[in-house]
């Protein structure tokens, strides 16, 4: 039987597809058999060995399309090596990336028994011209945090090809 991997992700804007489309082709290339999939769409697991779940940081929680996914798998997912990055912060800020790290952890609390072979944090990208109701809305209203705010994209595309090599070495045991 071939083991096979699964790159889950949810994607509001896009940015968080294209950070998975990308881990996938790189553990390709590191010989692992994997499909890409937006989590909203999976319907078992049944015929994975793995599992990478990829997921924006949105308005200081997981996605829900993510919490969604672990809530739906989480039987399956006790039995599986999973590994889990997130888009975040959107500066290099690092207040902001503690915070990140910590909206995280609290969201990933209240699935105490999920234990990922690996969390990975990467900074995430903003365009706000790109926005659509009510986030349109929010980025005009003065108090909002994402008001006046410009657009920038702090995805670090070499941290993320290594951080999804190593990935591909820490399933590969898992996969045989």
Known sequence: METRTLVAYASKYGSTKEVAESITKILQENGLTVDLEHAKKVHSLEEYSAV????????THLHKDAA????KHHEALKKLPVAIFVLGPLSNEEEEWKEARSNLDKDLGKFPWFRPVDTKIFGGKFDPKNLRFPDS???RLPASPIHNMPASDIRDWIEIRDWAGQLATRLQPALT
């Open 52 to 59: 990478v779940l990829g997921a924006p940081i949105y308005v």
């Open 137 to 139: 809305l929010l980025a």
């Open 68 to 71: 969604g996914f672990l809530s």
